[in-house]
């Protein structure tokens, strides 16, 4: 890995708590509230009491809308009425497309060509037009921008934006709202946007909490960029946690972890599978393999050492029927 | 099939809504009040309105809980005190279980010696003796009241009892409490208590609803009981959906059934595995294929003829990874 120099020259100010309630009212009546799960079972597994924010209960399937519907929402209506553009082949495109379908908005969303067709047609029955590109020849940012100059669009970005990151943040405080002496609330971290979210809305509402990021072993770029004090960026990771296959923080949600993130812990991908079908089979809750990675770091002790009660983020459910019969298929469990 | 002629003068009177009522109080702060789910894409797929009474996150994973536990707390406290005993390989079997547990009294589960290991386990781990027995050569009825006569064990019924039947109309009661204005209401029927609850609480709380039961093809015998005007027994039916492999109705049900129910209708297997798949991975809902059987009726279209707005019972999540992951790796979906 290396350490990130760039200029953060241009990077926007953090968002505060007020920015995460002025998301909130946005979102009312577009976003779920989505339910907080308490299992007995899963207590006496943990070894503490844990309580779940089940996000893949949300519109689109994921925490994503939060960020992308306050984004969107936030746009002068001039502006929003031209369209927006994303890149994006998971969670964000569906977040984006499904915004700008409740608006009326084009959305264009570039994904690669090797993209999971699932996805692509997920993407495409919320209306937006997808355009290809070859991962290994284009640029999707250059892409993305020049699109974007053409046609008047938007850029919505999936993490390193104010905006999207006070979206985010309204999980976390639902979930401080409806259980709120939590001693530790733990939620996984890729690009950061929901995790910095978290830690703003988590230490406004109750300042003695816990905030802690969780990555796979494979994907520990926030791990490492926290206990080296610098923006660590690592080669794009093999997890089967597909929406944390991210090599560095932004330069928004970097400064937010360090200043605001009490840990990050890592998990194994067994530890992963594990998590989901524990979740499968005795919460009958389904979550996609990054959805279960603040929970197997419950199910696996790393949460203990912060107390006795945590929130886990479940981040999201839009996982492939293969990884979810390859998870049931092993054994275990 | 053959038409059933035995003697029903044994039978007791019917449960009245007042009985559900009184349940709903015995049940308040032990069983959850499970979540309604309603989905756009849902309504999209089945041409109308659905609202999902999810039982699958009831306690032991399925509405059995609620008839066991309404019947346990029935009886009085020292006869409850020696113990109870149950025959089932299913959900009833952890349901009595889990209400021993609950009482701290003794439990006795009579399974087959063929059960599956997973649910003696999981039985088992709410504390009772599990006692196996060969289904090809022994009675179970004639071992559980051998051994509820040498123990002084009361036994507990899987439908065929009014105060099962009173528990199990409580999900409806909370169903129509949350969604008042439901046209249709659908069950799977297996000996018909879930049925018979749903119809007798929907009916006093809106008489205009129709009730409707849903049995897979195979194993028809509410169906064929509605069509012929008598109780009809089946031979032990081939489906996947195992908690109704039942060879029909309750002496006690089938009247009720009778009389309080508008229709039964028929689902394929493949319909059921269609709508486990779409439980799955459009709404991220873990059921069990008799949970699916009501699902299947609205995603199949069958239910529309009754109106536009249908409540249906979710009524179980306790799966078998490998049925699980067989019904992933089927093609479409």
Chains 1, 2 share one sequence.
Not at 61 to 88: H, M, T
Not at 119 to 126: D, E, F, H, I, P
Not at 287 to 306: D, H, I, N
């Amino acid at each position: 890995m290396t350490s990130d120099t760039s200029n953060t020259a241009d990077t926007p100010a953090a968002p505060t708590f007020d920015d995460i309630l002025a998301a909130a009212e946005r979102l009312q009546g577009q976003a779920h509230r989505t339910p907080v799960v308490h299992s007995r079972s899963l207590d006496a597994a943990a070894g503490m009491g844990v309580w779940l924010k089940c996000e893949q209960f949300q519109r689109a399937g994921a925490f994503k809308f939060r960020g992308a519907y306050n984004r969107i929402a936030s746009l002068p209506a001039e502006q929003r009425a031209r369209g927006i553009i994303a890149f994006s082949s998971g969670n964000h495109a569906q977040a984006v497309a499904l915004t700008a379908q409740i608006f009326g908005i084009p959305a264009v969303i570039c994904m690669p060509t090797d993209a999971p067709e699932v996805k692509v047609r997920a993407t495409a029955g919320y209306g937006a037009e997808i355009v290809r590109y070859d991962r290994m020849t284009e640029d999707r940012e250059a892409l993305a921008r020049q699109l974007a100059d053409e046609r008047g669009l938007t850029l919505v970005p999936p993490y390193n934006d104010p905006a999207i990151v006070a979206g985010q943040g309204t999980a976390a405080r639902e979930l401080l709202e409806e259980v709120p002496d939590l001693d530790v609330i733990a939620a996984p971290c890729g690009g950061g946007g929901l995790l910095s979210g978290t830690a703003i809305a988590a230490h406004a509402m109750r300042p003695s909490i816990a905030v802690v990021g969780v990555e796979t072993e494979a994907a520990n770029h926030a791990w490492l960029s926290l206990r080296h004090g610098e923006r660590e960026k690592i080669d794009p990771p093999d997890t089967l946690a597909d929406g944390i296959r991210t090599a560095q923080l932004g330069t928004l949600t970097w400064p937010i972890i360090q200043h605001d993130v009490d840990d990050v812990v890592l998990v194994s991908e067994d530890e992963v599978k594990e998590a989901m079908r524990f979740l499968l089979l005795r919460l009958k809750l389904v979550v996609e393999p990054t959805g279960a990675v603040a929970a197997a770091a419950a199910l696996s002790g790393k949460l203990r050492r912060f107390g006795q009660r945590a929130g886990i983020i479940l981040s999201g459910g839009n996982v492939e029927p293969e990884v979810l019969a390859s998870v049931l298929n092993q054994a275990g469990g």
